[in-house]
């Protein structure tokens, strides 16, 4: 038997010291640390790698990678695919056959197209495609995804909401900011267990009154876009928006204040970001009730 059968995750990085494997034990949570750095020469993974198909994870950052290879489909244990920063042009079809994969993260690739395979992947939970910059859709395959609960494709060209994306019943958190969005479908409110919706810096100049629909929708960011119009009742009391920001639109808007605090300070504008945002529901989720410091912002329309 080999001396790292037991390992479960293989992580690549780009190093500055000679080729080297480390063998972590379970005090890493058995993961393989290869720190190759002929990868800043070669934009292929090695074969050699297929030999370990035992592996549970991928964690592969910052290379000239180009090519995922087809034999990723003998990794039959793979549950996470981390792959952000590297030089991606696509994924192989095989990857639909990785059954227990459960996260894919893509972010910050050269991707321009979706395999429409990865809709056999029945247990994917979540999909991270931010700063791809040129993918325009995702294949309708991908409806078969029941258990996606996380989808980012933001800083990409979509000029719609994906259909596929409107079929995932267990979707929670959408992020399709800096898009390219004139405006929202009329049945987005399928996502009845959708959270946390991120519209930010597209073109939107309205949103549709089926948001009122969304009974679990608790933040809502519109910033940075062309609204015109939307449903008054959107920050109503009785609405379950907990978040809401449509900052940098044309409305005219004013601020509701709860006690002496406002959610708009200059100082909420210099530093909100989507890490402050995904920081934020996190703190709601482990709250009981709604903090007495959370606020609603209301508006006013001249239309």
């Not at 605090?261 to 890490?275: I, P």
Request: net charge negative; hydrophobic share 35%; with cysteine.
């Amino acid at each position: 038997m080999s001396p790292l059968s037991f390992l479960r995750c293989v992580q690549v990085l780009r190093a500055p010291t000679p080729p080297r494997c480390c063998w972590l034990g379970e005090a890493s949570q058995g993961c393989l640390c290869s720190d190759v750095s002929w990868l800043k020469q070669h934009m292929e993974l090695p074969d050699s790698l297929k030999e370990q198909t035992h592996l549970k994870e991928w964690h592969i950052s910052n290379t000239l990678i180009q090519i995922i290879p087809k034999y990723i489909e003998l990794f039959q244990a793979m549950r996470i695919l981390d792959l952000p920063k590297n030089q991606i042009s696509c994924l192989p079809a095989e990857i639909g056959r990785l059954k227990n994969l459960k996260e894919l993260n893509v972010r910050f690739n050269c991707l321009k197209s979706i395999p429409p395979e990865l809709g056999d992947c029945e247990n994917l939970e979540k999909l991270d495609c931010f700063g791809n910059l040129e993918l325009t859709e995702l294949p309708f395959e991908l409806s078969n995804l029941k258990q996606v609960s996380f989808i980012d494709i933001s800083a990409n060209k979509f000029s719609s909401v994906p259909i596929c994306v409107l079929r995932m019943s267990n979707l929670q958190w959408l992020d399709i900011s800096n898009n390219n969005l004139s405006d929202l479908p009329q049945d987005i409110d399928r996502l009845q267990e959708l959270q946390t919706l991120l519209l930010y810096k597209n073109k939107l100049t309205y949103l549709p009154f089926a948001l009122l629909n969304l009974k679990k929708l608790t933040l809502l960011v519109v910033s940075g876009d062309h609204l015109v119009e939307l449903p008054t009742a959107l920050c109503d009391s009785s609405t379950h928006l907990k978040f809401v920001s449509l900052m940098d639109n044309p409305i005219e808007n004013t601020q509701c204040q709860d006690g002496n605090e406002t959610m708009e300070s200059e100082q909420d504008r210099q530093h909100f970001d989507k890490e402050f945002m995904k920081a934020y529901i996190e703190d709601l989720k482990e709250r009981e009730s709604v903090p007495s410091y959370t606020t609603k912002v209301s508006f006013s329309l001249q239309l």
